[in-house]
């Protein structure tokens, strides 16, 4: 396929940067992802284990560890060019809470969509998210002492939306444009296509619409793919998964 490739492109005048291009083997197991540079003809490609795409980081190991950790990264210096804002006693905290919504909380949650989420991955972004709140609105005085806010002070202040609610609610809705979209769209066909093959030993991992329809099901909704395409009732189902109790 490469080889295919670098001769029509050779037609257009175009040629294949050999240091710009890596490549990357995704594997359950570690000896087929550490297979080494590949050569073809007299060009070798250096491996790598992930790479930077759109700002989103994939990896060699199907799963989105180091990805949130990047968008957490990326929040905080989101976060530190807004400082002035922040601290600012000039505007209120009403105002400074929507500052993080519009200008903080999307750079973490950028790609969301397509995140299939553990619960160390949850507790991460709850306690980023809780860490800026904090900073937000400061100690609470009780008993002649300050002390800082509490989890559930910080749950009522932001009435349940917080950013683990907010990546679910983004994630239906996704499932949403995708379940109305035409069957020869390529993100649809993708999305119902299979891999056959062997599966290794042991329980698989969670699937991205596992993930999904389990969020649906607490929140007592079956059916989802007819119910998704009727767009107004599927808006209705995000806007209440945005601070649903059982997500």
């Known amino acids: ?30 000896q087929r992802r550490n297979t080494g540079d590949l050569r073809i003809g007299n ?16 990896g060699n190991t199907n799963n989105n560890n180091k990805c949130i950790k990047e968008r957490i990264m990326t929040g905080n210096k989101a976060y530190y060019a807004n400082r002035q804002l922040v601290n600012s006693s000039l505007i209120s905290r009403s105002s400074k809470l929507q500052i993080y919504r519009t200008l903080v909380r999307p ?10 989420l ?3 991955e949850e507790r991460a972004l709850a306690v980023y998210e809780r860490k800026i709140l904090r900073k937000i609105y400061g100690p609470v005085k009780g008993n002649e002492l300050w002390r ?3 989890n559930d002070e910080l749950e009522a202040i932001i009435k349940g939306e917080n950013i683990v609610r907010f990546i679910k609610c983004q994630r239906i809705r996704w499932l949403g444009h995708m379940e109305r979209m ?14 056959y093959g062997t599966g290794r030993r042991g329980r698989p991992k969670m699937r991205w619409l596992d993930d999904v329809s389990t969020d649906l ?26 601070a649903h109790p059982r997500l």
């Open 182 to 195: 035409l069957n020869t769209a390529i993100p649809k066909k993708m999305f119902y296509g299979k891999l």
């Open 217 to 242: 099901r607490k929140m007592g909704i079956n059916e989802l793919r007819d119910r998704a395409r009727d767009r107004e009732a599927w808006r209705r189902i995000v806007k209440e998964a945005k």
């Open 118 to 120: 553990t619960m160390d």
């Open 43 to 58: 060009k070798t490609f250096e491996a790598v284990q992930s790479f930077q795409y759109l700002g989103i980081i994939i």
């Open 107 to 116: 750079v973490v949650t950028y790609g969301s969509e397509l995140w299939t």
């Open 148 to 150: 800082i806010r509490l």
């Open 1 to 30: 396929m490469y080889l295919d490739l670098e001769v029509e492109t050779s037609k257009l005048g175009m040629e294949i940067n050999e240091n710009e291009t890596k490549c990357m083997v995704t594997s359950n197991y570690e």
